[in-house]
């Protein structure tokens, strides 16, 4: 029996996790894949590049929502996925992380009682103040099968209550990295582009919204990231909502190369020779490790804990590193995707 599995994305990183997914899921003849673009991310640089480049298949459609305020779009999301999953009769929801598409597909499917599942379930900042963190939450609550890329997800789940449906298999970012480290060095012209030769840089990425919309805190994380580029140069790709914050407010950071977003192949280029990373997103923080570079994370928590523990990234708001360094056995082996396929397919037979 060939089944439907219908998979929501609509922002950056999602791409790039079903990717790794959807490259597994074509070796399958029982299982069969719909993507649904939401358009939460519709910038070519911040959405078609991936598609390209990772050889995601088409998306089956593409719902043009992007902008707005979180209600709206969520809400614009919530009807449009809904009549594509009565049309579609998907046997299953696959959500990735925490973004207002995810929030959307888990709820238009939990609704319509089509099972959810969610991939990078579990992880905590315990800050309410983040969209993310509240995405994150209802999509778990609202999930059959939840997998946790880490031990730590498992135990934030259970401190709920969720114990059934929960799985650690593994962070699918390391599977997209070990990727994206196998072909950045002969896809990539990245560091010639940019001039870095024998240069000593560090890579920042700065978007999140508690970061963005408060004019003093982003001042004072600029005012930070000059004071790194003192010492380095600091080549920041700068993602949509921060180019826009930064034009209004006429900031422009002293000894810092800012550059368009840019493809996935072309960032794990500047993560391999570079010195240090500088962010706020989720993904990099890991992805620093996986590259083993140090971090330092512009946020006032992380939902990465073990990356902290291990001494391989540590908070802005933290003055010393933690040493010596260790290994983090915890994110699995980069197969992930692999995983991931298993237990769905387990769990949809015993249903
Ligand atoms: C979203 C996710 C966040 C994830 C991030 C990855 C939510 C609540 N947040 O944040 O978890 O880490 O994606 O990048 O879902 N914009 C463009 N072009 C684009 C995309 C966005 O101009 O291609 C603009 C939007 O119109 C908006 C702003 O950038 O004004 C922010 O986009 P939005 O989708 O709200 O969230 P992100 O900050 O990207």
Known sequence: MTRTIFTVVGARP????????????????????????????????????????????????????????HGAMTGKMLEALEAA????????????????????GALAAAKLHIPVIHVEAGLRSFNRRMPEEINRVMADHLSA????????????????????????????????????????????????????????????TLHRAE??????????????????????????PV????????????ISPKGVKRVDPMGYFDLHRLL?????????????????????????????ETEWVETIDAGWNRLWTEVNWKVPRSEISDYGHGFAANSIIETIISHTQKA
Not at 85 to 104: C, F, H, Q, R
């Open 14 to 69: 999602q791409f790039i996790k079903a990717a790794a997914v959807s490259r597994v899921i074509a070796g399958r003849p029982d299982l069969n894949e719909l993507i649904i673009h939401t358009g939460q991310h519709y910038d070519a640089n911040m959405s078609d590049i991936f598609f390209d480049e990772l050889g995601i298949p088409a998306p089956k459609r593409h719902l043009g929502i992007g902008g707005g305020s």
């Open 85 to 104: 999953m009565i049309e579609d009769k998907p046997d299953a929801v696959l959500v990735y992380g925490d973004t207002n598409s995810t929030l959307a």
């Open 145 to 204: 099968l939840l997998l946790c890329p880490t031990q730590t997800g498992v135990d934030n789940l259970k401190a709920e209550g969720i114990t059934r449906g929960v799985h650690a298999v593994g962070d699918v970012m390391h599977d997209a990295t070990l990727y994206a480290i196998e072909q950045s060095r002969a896809k990539s012209d990245v560091i010639e582009k940019l001039d870095l030769e024998g240069r000593d840089y560090a890579v920042c």
């Open 211 to 236: 970061n963005t919309d408060d004019p003093h805190r982003f001042a004072r994380i600029i005012a930070f990231l000059e004071e790194q580029a003192r010492e380095r140069l600091v080549v920041f």
């Open 239 to 250: 993602h949509p909502r921060t180019r826009k914050v930064m034009a209004e407010r006429g």
């Open 272 to 300: 391999i020779d570079c010195s240090l990373v500088l962010t706020d997103s989720g993904g990099l923080q890991k992805e620093a490790y996986f590259h083993r570079k140090p971090c330092i994370t512009l946020r006032n």
